[in-house]
């Protein structure tokens, strides 16, 4: 398949590059009256267009569905932003009773209920960042069908929301380590570069996901449970000291492992285990390129089956 | 000589566009139904994406091309592919074959209110909608005096959407829309339901986009209005341009052709008009006797009976039947306003509304109901629209109840009284 994109270009950008022969008839004394952008729509046998122009004209429109997003959550809602804490933390006490308490697991240099609740924090943003844009897909129907934008922006404004309810959650973090007396580190300057790692990886899982799920509805009901199977796959409130010698490669399948343990690493000043590490941001941008291709190959669709 | 003007702006090009239409799902496959259908029978798999029953052409060997300024308007039968063709030019679809070049800015109004969030504030929708609709967030904030001011609804601006009038909501979301300045506007009827007064609104705006020596792409059953407005026509049928040029001229041939619906319609899968909340799944003319009938004795009262499904339970979607006449004058419109199932939120099923229209009302003629569903709380909502959904003659057989023909666009049969007043002796 081709990789043409199209060549959108929004009105604040330089002249679109329109053919030399229409170039002479700019004789026009109104802006109006200039041909605009030019664009061009291929049939659907010509292959996949990337239109990343696209995503550059319509940029506006992503803060817009991302601060949608966020008014929307938290309009109407009792306790407000506390409820993004409440999720992990309540997560956090029962595995700090269970894994810390009854179980005695070593945590290493973080207290447990500081390492569950980080491990906790990066979940939370990576599994509901995949699973609202997944379902935000197909509620938005009625924009898919009526009206014309990237759609990728709108799995991608559920990763953008999902990073203001990541900071909101990042104050009781900073009031864990406050209180374990963890002290701040030059590593800590780290912890947004993984972060940013799980926001890629993110974006790339929810476009692949929600794409995959308007054109195979049944696929969302194998997303809740993946993404359990994921968590416990994931060094999220263990740590991964617990895996026996024989099964360490593992690690190194799952991308959200060098995520987990740097991001850890970071907040406790500990060697960032770069070789996890560097899995972890290859498997993201990887992630993201395949995402974005298999998104755009399926959203030229979207409108005639969702 | 070499003015912008003579150019193209758009530019179609054996434009057309196959759809599939499947059997338990048409819209969509299961991942079962692939992974199956895979195992199964893989040679037939590689067999359907070539030609075969299971799929139709909705547009065909389109070619159009449209110069800056021309207000063209599109008309044609139900399922003729006027929407499919605005899909292509708004970009929400791609053609199958072919291909289109467009220069300029493409606003495409297909449905009102286009991204309004019930929970949002007017001011937050305006916002919203209008980056949406492909306007940036200074030109947005430049305007909105300008589009409040429109709406009326300086007042209420602040205030959630839900809480908002169907009126209310409509009108704002119009504003939003009227402010769009696209070098390409493309609209769709569904536009001009509601009231005169804004299908009034509607059409000036689309005289002022024009004088702006903007494009304009108008699908229309409203044909008195497609006349007056355009100076270029584009009759489609069966998915293929068969007149395209002086609107008078077009208007007459689509007429003569008929209406090329019958008095039962009904609708498969994916393809019946509707969303997520409702689904129309067939309209029915039955005469006084409950037979399926499509010509009517002008004396005898009749029914129009619509049944859909609820998909969302809790919603409370009504229908509205718009009884139009061949000069596509509306002669009038209604819809349920009573009954045990007026105001209660509805249980996801399978509905039937009908309503009986009586005798001595209806002038002769051919007449064609435009079939919706619509809800008004929690926020209005039109979830389905089948323009020209059903067909049928109103027959006088035997100079009715009348003597002679009347003029109009009804015929009642009214109570008359005449007394001697005053005797001649």
């Known amino acids: 398949m081709s990789l043409k994109t199209s060549d959108t270009t929004g009105r604040s950008l330089a002249p679109a590059p329109a053919p030399p022969t229409l170039q002479s008839a700019a004789s026009t004394d109104d802006e109006g009256e200039a041909r605009g952008p030019r664009v061009l729509v291929r049939s659907e046998e010509s292959g996949v267009q990337l239109n990343l ?85 197909v509620s938005n129907s009625n924009l898919v069908t009526k009206v014309f934008f990237p759609r990728a922006f709108i799995p991608a404004a559920a990763v953008g929301a999902g990073l203001v309810d990541l900071a909101i959650a990042s104050v009781l973090l900073v009031g864990l380590a406050a209180y374990y007396g963890v002290g701040l580190t030059p590593s800590l300057l780290l912890a947004p570069a993984f972060v940013a ?26 997303l809740p449970f993946t993404m359990q199977f994921w968590m416990l796959a994931s060094p999220v409130i263990y740590p991964t000291e617990i895996v026996p010698d024989g099964w360490r490669w593992l690690l190194y399948v799952n991308p959200l492992v060098g995520i987990l343990e740097g991001f850890r690493a970071a907040l406790a000043g500990t060697p960032v285990p770069w070789p996890l590490v560097a899995v972890s941001a290859a498997a993201s941008v990887v992630a993201l390129l395949v995402g974005y291709y298999v998104f755009r190959a399926l959203e030229d669709t979207f409108a005639d089956v969702i | 000589m070499t003015d912008n003007r ?31 259908g895979a195992l199964a029978a893989p040679w ?11 799929t139709f052409w909705a547009l065909r060997g389109v070619n159009l091309q449209v110069r800056q300024g021309e207000l063209v308007g599109i008309i044609g039968h139900n399922g003729a592919g006027k929407s499919t063709l605005l899909k292509i030019l708004s970009r929400i679809t791609r053609p199958t074959t072919g291909e289109v070049e467009i220069f300029g800015r493409v606003g495409s109004l297909l449905e009102v209110g286009t991204g309004f969030h019930p929970d949002l504030t007017g001011r937050e929708n305006v916002y919203l909608s209008g980056a949406i609709l492909g306007m940036r967030r200074a030109e947005i904030a430049r305007k909105f005096d300008e589009i409040v001011a429109f709406s009326e609804l300086e007042k209420f601006i602040d205030t959630t959407v839900k809480f908002y009038s169907s009126g209310m909501y409509v009108r704002l979301a119009f504003s939003v829309a009227a402010h769009l300045e696209p070098e390409i506007l493309i609209m769709d009827e569904v536009l001009a339901v509601g009231d005169a007064a804004f299908q009034q609104k509607c059409l000036d705006k689309m005289r002022e986009v024009r004088r702006a020596g903007r494009t304009v792409f108008f699908v229309s059953h409203n044909l008195p209005a497609v006349t007056r407005l355009c100076r270029r026509v584009v009759l489609l049928e069966r998915g ?48 006084e006797a409950g037979e399926t009938a499509a010509a009517l004795d002008i004396r005898r009262p009749f029914r129009i009976e619509v049944s859909f499904d609820v998909l969302e339970s809790g919603r409370v979607p009504v229908a509205v039947v718009e009884l139009a006449n061949e000069e596509g004058t509306v002669v009038f419109g209604t819809r349920e306003t009573g009954g045990e199932w007026r105001g209660r939120g ?50 006088d057989r035997a100079g009715g109840d009348y003597e002679g023909p009347l003029p109009g666009v009804v015929r009642p049969l009214l109570e008359w009284a005449t007394r001697l007043d005053a005797g001649g002796g």
């Not at chain 1, 006490?93 to 990066?122: E, H, N, T």
């Not at chain 1, 790339?204 to 995959?212: D, E, F, R």
């Not at chain 2, 979830?383 to 067909?391: E, L, M, Q, R």
Request: hydrophobic letters at 45%.
């Open chain 2, 346 to 395: 509805r249980p996801a099923g399978r509905y039937t509304s009908a309503v009986t229209i009586p005798g001595n009302l209806l002038a002769e003629g051919s007449l064609v109901a435009h079939v919706s569903l619509v809800s008004h709380a929690p926020a209005a909502a039109l979830h389905a629209h089948a323009p020209n959904a059903v067909a049928f003659q109103v027959v």
């Open chain 2, 240 to 287: 293929q341009v068969v007149a395209d040029g002086e609107p008078q001229e077009v208007v007459n041939r689509y007429l003569s052709a008929g209406w090329r619906t019958g008095a039962l319609r009904e609708w498969g899968g994916a393809d019946a008009p509707g969303d997520a909340a409702a689904r129309l799944r067939s309209v029915r003319v039955r005469d």
């Open chain 1, 53 to 137: 122009g696209d995503l550059w004209a319509y940029r506006e429109l992503l803060y817009f569905l991302t601060w949608r997003d966020i008014k929307v959550r938290y309009k109407q809602t009792l306790m407000g932003a506390l409820w993004v804490v409440i999720q992990p933390l309540a997560t956090m006490l029962i595995a700090a009773l269970v894994f810390g308490k009854f179980a005695r697991l070593d945590s290493g240099p973080l207290p447990y209920p500081l390492f569950a609740y980080s491990g906790l924090l990066l979940w939370t943003f990576f599994s509901s960042g995949v699973t609202s844009g997944t379902y935000s897909l």
């Open chain 1, 197 to 222: 790692l799980a926001a890629l990886l993110a974006l790339g899982a929810g476009m692949l996901v929600s794409a995959l799920t308007v054109k195979y509805r049944d696929l969302r009901h194998a």
């Open chain 2, 44 to 54: 037939r798999r590689l067999r359907r994406a070539g030609e075969d029953a299971r």
């Open chain 2, 6 to 36: 003579m150019k193209p702006v758009v530019r179609i090009e054996n434009v057309g566009k196959r759809y599939r239409i499947g059997a338990l799902h048409p819209g969509y496959l299961t991942f079962r139904e692939l992974v199956g």
